[in-house]
């Protein structure tokens, strides 16, 4: 490092617009509405605003597993929402989350909505309304909550860590990558001793901790996050990656991959979800390639 590169901080900081990487668009230093922008209703008890990030998907593939588990109530309309142009901020969206990230979740199933936000807050709110993949006994609940809250902690140093400064900063940090990086590792490797002696992250029965873990960590286990595979050395996590490969196979998770997607192959999207009928134009094949294909990074959990 030059001396001409060394960074003193001012008394007082300052928002340099230009000066966001590849988020400057969508980051500031202040919270609410940017502009009115009502958010679409559609007819299903259940109204997700989101997009299939990481965090994201986690949603997406719980309302999908619920509907395979015979849920109905778990009916949902999936809207779409662009982070990349700013609709996070429309007044509709911050009314749901003052928090302004995706996802977001609208219950409209009783006499009065009830708004929830944050990922790991809407698996477990889904978990106890359906009384299904969370578990009652004590110990095995603690366990799972445990890890749910273990992931909701710790992608921020893969996602908004790593990934940004690896990925997506306008300039490379070695102090930044090597930190975030041997982070990720440590955290990689936890998953890697636990997986070794179990068959999920609770035991044997797949719950919302999983769900939780597995786009991230099942992604980054898999090289499809940030192009930071190699550079990792992420092969050398068999154990997640048999958690993942096994987790990935599911019906539910194969779908769930798809809703609010607007990356990848074109056979892997599905922008907006309704009805579990959008889909029936998607092949086997298309499923298949649901499963293989990369999910998308995103530096913002």
């Known amino acids: 490092m030059t001396e001409s590169t060394i960074y003193t901080p001012p008394t007082v900081w300052t928002w340099n617009k230009a000066n966001g990487g590849r988020f400057a668009n969508i980051n500031r230093p202040i919270a609410g509405a940017t502009q009115e922008q009502d958010l679409p209703r559609g007819h299903h008890p259940l109204q997700l605003y989101s997009l299939a990030t990481p965090n994201g998907v986690k949603v997406t593939i719980m309302l999908e597993e619920l509907l395979e588990a015979g849920h109905t ?7 779409l929402i662009r982070i990349n142009e700013g609709q996070q901020f429309g007044s509709g969206f ?4 003052p928090n302004s990230k995706i996802p977001a979740l609208l219950d409209c199933s ?8 944050e990922s790991g807050s809407i698996l477990m709110y889904l978990a106890e309304k ?22 909701m902690g710790s ?12 990925a997506y900063a306008p300039i490379k940090i070695e102090y930044a990558i090597d930190r975030f990086a041997m982070e990720v590792k440590r955290q990689m490797d936890v998953l890697n001793q636990h997986l070794a002696k179990h068959r999920y992250m609770t035991g ?15 992604g980054m286990a898999k090289g499809q996050l940030y192009e930071g595979g190699e550079f990792l050395q992420v092969q050398e ?17 194969r779908r769930g991959r798809m809703v609010n997607r607007v990356m990848g192959p074109l056979n892997t999207q599905l922008h907006e979800r309704h009805d579990a009928g ?5 092949t086997q094949d298309k499923l298949q390639a649901a499963a293989e294909a990369p999910a998308p990074g995103n530096a913002q959990p």
């Not at 009783?110 to 936000?117: E, I, L, Q």
């Not at 044997?204 to 099942?218: E, F, K, Q, V």
């Not at 996590?237 to 998770?253: F, K, L």
């Not at 959008?278 to 998607?282: I, N, R, S, V």
Request: proline content about 6%; charged content about 20%; some cysteine.
């Open 73 to 79: 109530g778990a009916e949902y309309d999936a809207w």
């Open 94 to 97: 911050v009314s749901i989350n």
């Open 110 to 117: 009783g006499a009065k909505s009830v708004r929830v936000f």
């Open 130 to 151: 359906f009384g299904v993949f969370l578990p009652t006994e004590p110990a095995q609940r603690a366990e799972c909550l445990s890890w749910l809250f273990w992931q």
């Open 155 to 166: 992608a921020p140093y893969l996602g908004g860590g790593f990934g940004h400064f690896y």
């Open 204 to 218: 044997d029965d797949y719950t919302i901790a999983d769900m939780a873990i597995w786009p991230w960590y099942g």
């Open 237 to 253: 996590y068999t154990h997640v990656i048999r958690w993942a490969d096994e987790i990935a196979q599911r019906p539910a998770v």
């Open 278 to 282: 959008d889909f029936d134009t998607q």
